[in-house]
Every structure is written in structure tokens, then in C-alpha cells.
């Protein structure tokens, strides 16, 4: 195979996943029916991004202590208290400009704690939580090339969803994650904590009805584990549905790309080297790591100066031998039992899948090592970022669980942020909104 060239491998047929249709029911309803031609009531809908799908702001403190005189300087913030926007200004395109952006993003593990926290003097926040307005465009000044959600939130909006009524959206800070039993996520819990107390208000403004959730990329994975960690009767008093859209259950072999050399996502005069350590060092970027149960032994990556190979069993001595000996104890003890078993969210599910896209498969690193861009560049069945076995391969043993109902829609062609603009996939979503809300319109006692 020539470098670099792209081979598409089909799904094996073990993969096709059966289309489930269900027959919804509104909770908290009982003994009622539907009157006909009554007017549609609606349930909420909470829209919850992936990673770097929303704003995020920063504060430099005095014990911040800046790599150069670039970065004492800029931005020249007047006003806010000194906020000003981190992700995304397209100051990052520019090189002294990123080195800056990289600092102020890193995360570091504190061991004593055994917790992530910001870089020295360098204070950030998510504003706006509850609202759309930070995960429809990333820059505002900058809609045509920065839009994220602002098309499925329009869609919401012209079948009669009204921001702030019974269409909010949950930002979080998408470099920090979650750990497995036993560790502290300071961060990620209050995101948790947070996204429940929007669930019990939206729901309480529209009358009760439950929410539908619509989560992409590591969304899904944060609404899964906020499912998975919330008392089942809450769970079915509170949640109508989740609809994952491009959710990255089984982690994604891209992400090995990213851990070795930088991945500058196709974002044009960034270098990758510049921004690695910054990318490596995000908490979220590890839970995103292929998964053992998903990979299995499959080489996935090749060092041919180093005549070693890497599956997803072996991800530490990876770390180790990248250079990343500080991701390792974190990896081991955190996240690998995260993503070891992926817990029934307990709620109707409807996955949208994109596939038939070139997405990483495997790579292959020269005699340069992992200093260097991969030599060689395998492509399999996916979404063009996420591998097919990991979108839809770990949910099938939920269509095993007579108590958890789960319906796996494919869009062929749609890569994984193109679900959100593509018409098809818009059409998949508006059909289950208002499945759901056809069981909502109004009620008479039987």
C-alpha cells in the first residue's frame, strides 16, 4: 500500500445492527388517552455538544506566567473582568499566538489530588450554561466558518421550539472528563451536577414532561454516564430519550494520531507539534482512546524504529514510549476502568451513525519515530473520525436487554460533524422529537 493512501475496509456483516422502531409513552401519565386533534405539547430538549462544540473563556492571574512576551500581551483584554474568549479565536492560526492557546488549555494531573486542574494562573469558565447561544458558533464574529449546532437549534426552532423555553443547551469545559469508581472528577461532576439540575428545571417549566437529550460526539459520553450514575426513578420521571449522534462509544484510533504526534484536526497553518503536549494533556482526549473491548488485540499502531506495534491493550506502554510517562497512572487507574464495561443508560435510545467515510484504521510510524507524521495511513469504515466498530459495535449488547430499548439509525456518506448540518440526519431527529411529542399532546382521564 502506498503511504499515506487511503484503503476503505467494509463492515463485517457481525456489525449490521438491527433497526429497532419504538412506541413511546409519556411518564408521569396514567389511565389517560389521546384526544384527537388536540394541540401538541412539547418535551423539552437539552442539545449537548462534543469536544470543542462550545465557548470557553478564560482569566490570567498573577501567577500566571506566560512562555513569552506574546502571551503577556495578548489578548489585550479591556473590560468582562478580564474574561476574553480561549476556544475558538482564530489568533491560534497564528504561530506565537498558538503557543499561548496551547498553555493556557493544558490541563495537569495532580497526583496527591488525583485530579485534573488548570494551568498555573489561568482560570476558565463556561458561560452561558442553559443556553444554545456558546454551541451554535464557536466565534460569533466568525458564523460562516465557526458554526457547530446552529442548524440542528434551527431545526428545533422551526418545528416550534423556543429558546429558553423548551430548548437549552449544556456546555461544559470539554478538556476534562470523567474516572471510573473510587476517583475524584471535580470538574466533570459538577458538569454532571449541573446538567441534572437543567434536566429538573425544563422539565418543570413544560408542565413535567420529560426531557429528550440530544448529545453529540463526547456528549453522548457524558449523558451516558450521567444516566448510568442517576437513580432509575429519576431516570424515567425526568428523561423521555437520549439520541447520540456520532458518539464515540468504543473510543476512536484517531485519537493514537493525536497522542503521538498532534493533530491539527485539518485547521490550516497550525502546527501539530506546537499543540501536542496541550492535546495530550486533556483528560477527555484519554477517555477517547480506543477501548480494550472494543479493539481488542488489533495492531493499530506501528513503530518501525522502534520494531514495536500497539493495540488497545497495550495503551500504557504506548504513553510510555511516545514520551507521555505522565499519562500513564492516570490512564491506568482512571480511565481504563471507565470505558472497561459501558453501562444501560436505563432510557430509550436512538443512535444516528455516520458511515461509509475514510476514518483511521491503523497507522505506521517511520525510523523518525513519532517526531514525525506516520509513514503510512490505514483507512476503515467509519464516520471520518470515529471507527464503525466503536459507533455502533458496544451498543449491540443493549439490544440484548429486555429492559433497555435502543434503535440504531445509519446515515451512509455523513461524517461525524456533518450529522449535525446533514439533511438526512436533521430528518431522523425532528422524527424522533416528535414521536415523542405525539404521545404529549393533550390528555383526558379515561
Known amino acids: ?197 437543567l434536566v429538573e428545571s425544563a422539565c418543570a417549566a413544560n408542565g413535567g414532561r420529560p426531557a429528550i437529550l440530544v448529545a453529540h460526539s463526547l456528549g453522548g459520553l457524558f449523558a451516558l454516564q450521567f444516566l448510568a450514575r442517576s437513580p432509575l426513578p429519576w431516570r424515567s420521571a425526568h428523561v423521555a430519550r437520549l439520541v447520540t449522534l456520532s458518539a464515540p462509544w468504543g473510543g476512536s484510533v484517531q485519537e493514537m494520531l493525536t497522542f503521538a504526534s498532534g493533530n491539527t484536526l485539518g485547521v490550516p497553518f497550525v502546527d501539530a507539534s506546537l499543540i501536542r503536549d496541550e492535546q495530550r494533556s486533556a483528560e477527555s482526549n484519554l477517555w477517547l482512546l480506543p477501548a480494550p473491548r472494543v479493539f481488542g488485540n488489533t495492531t493499530l499502531v506501528m513503530s518501525r524504529g522502534q520494531n514495536r506495534s500497539y493495540s488497545a491493550k497495550n495503551v500504557t506502554q504506548f504513553l510510555r514510549d511516545i514520551g507521555f510517562e505522565e499519562g500513564v497512572e492516570p490512564y491506568r487507574a482512571r480511565i481504563r476502568p471507565l470505558v472497561e464495561a459501558l453501562p444501560e443508560p436505563g432510557v430509550p435510545v436512538t443512535c444516528l451513525v455516520g458511515t461509509g467515510v475514510d476514518t483511521v484504521e491503523s497507522l505506521v510510524y517511520g525510523e523518525g519515530g513519532f517526531e514525525e507524521p506516520p509513514e503510512e495511513v490505514v483507512y476503515g469504515d467509519g464516520d471520518g473520525t470515529v471507527n464503525l466498530a466503536s459507533l455502533v459495535g458496544p451498543i449491540k449488547a443493549w439490544s440484548d436487554s429486555p429492559a433497555q430499548v435502543v434503535e440504531v439509525v445509519e446515515l451512509p456518506g455523513v461524517s461525524h460533524s456533518g450529522i449535525l448540518n446533514d439533511k438526512s440526519a436533521l430528518e431522523q431527529i425532528i422524527r424522533v422529537v416528535d414521536s415523542i411529542n405525539l404521545n404529549a399532546t393533550s390528555y383526558q382521564t379515561s
Not at 430538549?45 to 512576551?69: F, H, M, W
Not at 486542574?117 to 444554545?132: H, I, K, M
Not at 464557536?138 to 442548524?151: A, E, H, R, V
Open 1 to 197: 500500500m502506498e503511504p499515506g493512501r487511503p484503503s476503505l475496509a467494509l463492515a463485517p456483516a457481525a456489525l449490521t445492527v438491527m433497526m429497532v422502531m419504538l412506541s413511546l409513552s409519556c411518564c408521569g401519565v396514567s389511565a389517560a388517552r389521546v384526544v384527537a386533534g388536540a394541540g401538541a405539547e412539547r418535551h423539552p430538549v437539552i442539545l449537548i455538544p462534543g469536544a470543542g462544540g462550545n465557548q470557553l473563556e478564560a482569566r490570567l492571574t498573577e501567577d500566571y506566567k506566560p512562555c513569552s512576551l506574546a502571551c503577556r500581551v495578548w489578548p489585550p483584554v479591556r473590560g468582562r473582568g478580564g474574561w476574553f474568549r480561549l476556544w475558538f479565536d482564530p489568533s491560534v492560526l497564528l504561530a506565537p499566538l498558538t503557543r499561548c492557546f496551547a498553555e493556557r488549555m493544558t490541563l495537569y494531573y495532580d497526583a496527591v489530588a488525583d485530579d485534573y486542574r488548570n494551568a498555573p494562573g489561568v482560570e476558565t469558565r463556561v458561560s452561558d450554561f442553559g443556553s444554545t447561544s456558546t454551541l451554535r458558533y464557536l466565534d460569533p464574529s466568525l458564523k460562516l466558518l465557526t458554526g457547530y449546532m446552529n442548524t440542528l437549534a434551527s431545526t428545533l426552532e422551526k418545528a416550534g421550539y423556543e429558546e429558553g423555553q423548551d430548548l437549552f443547551g449544556a456546555p461544559y469545559d470539554f478538556r476534562y472528563g470523567l474516572a471510573g469508581p473510587g476517583h475524584p472528577s471535580a470538574v466533570g461532576s459538577a458538569y454532571l451536577h449541573r446538567l441534572q439540575l
